[in-house]
């Protein structure tokens, strides 16, 4: 109870001296009063107003990606945000910020009755300005979106806009496997020893999940460990074409011409030559490559065509943190 007399009293202190302070009898000016200038408020609140829709327009030209002139709009709208800005501080130099000064150099800071004749020049200086709030809401907006738009290309460092081109796939359950002209594969006419590379039909073939490599292998050369059961189609294995060391294409598939004292068989990278073994999942048995080759699991329809079952096993792409730390979408 005594502590909210307290707080009571105090409040009572602060409002009489709050009033005092307002009716203290008023000193003399060192700025000359000027009248308002409220067009040329306007004035600068516009240009601010543009200067940010001007910057949020970078920002969505960029997030947008494919669009035509993407590189012209970036360049005009990042341009007139800055113009704008420009514009806005020089009208708000010119219009309202003061430019009186002392007659004479200032004393040593140390004085306090020339402090007070500086904060009081300061105070005075702006009291013409009616949009005080509003002009620094402005400045705060116009300055937040030009930061942005100065770390917007930073996402080019990494996906942020369209994650889902790194951990979803055009693959599905039934999707049938085409070649380059878009003709279906069959499965009898997948030969061992041959490279054949395959994309899901109707998808946009530019997706980072979407080719894959397709080599046939005997039955019983197959190990694929127990997560990997039933992937394989009549010893048809398909793998993404993706690397996942550096993201380069797998485009070498190495057969042994003399299979008792040569390597089996195996899909290259010819980037920084990680190798893989297609038949115990996509392994690596050489190079830098961190993580298997992600593998598409594979059914024969009843005409003989080569149709997915669903999703890869793993994420597709090289491994970086967020492959490693998410699997596919379903």
Known sequence: MARAKDWVLSALVLLIARGR???????????????????????????????????????????????PAQTQLLGLSLGLALLFLAAALIVAGKALVPDEELAEPYPPPEHPIDQRIVTQ????GVDSIDRRRLLKLGLLGAGGTL?????????????????????GTPWRKGRRLVDE?????????IQQGEFYTAFPEGADREELGSPVVVVRLPAAA????????GYDAEGIVAYSAICTHAGCAISMYRVPTFPPVEPGPALVCPCHYSTFDPATGGTVVFGPAGRPLPMLPLRVDGEGMLRAVGNFDGAVGPSWWGVRLRGPNP
């Open 21 to 67: 302070s307002r009716s203290r009898p008023s000193v003399q000016r060192i700025v000359p009063r000027r009248p308002t200038t409220p067009r040329a408020e306007l004035a600068v609140l516009g240009l601010l107003g543009l200067s940010s829709l001007s910057a949020i327009g970078f920002i969505v030209v960029y997030a947008l990606g494919a669009i």
């Open 121 to 124: 020049l300061a105070d005075e």
């Open 147 to 167: 930061a942005l738009a100065a770390i917007t290309p930073a996402l080019s460092l990494g996906p942020l806009f369209r994650t889902k081109y790194l951990y």
């Open 181 to 189: 002209d878009g003709r279906p594969l069959h499965a009898a006419a």
């Open 222 to 229: 197959l190990d694929l460990p127990s997560a990997l059961k």
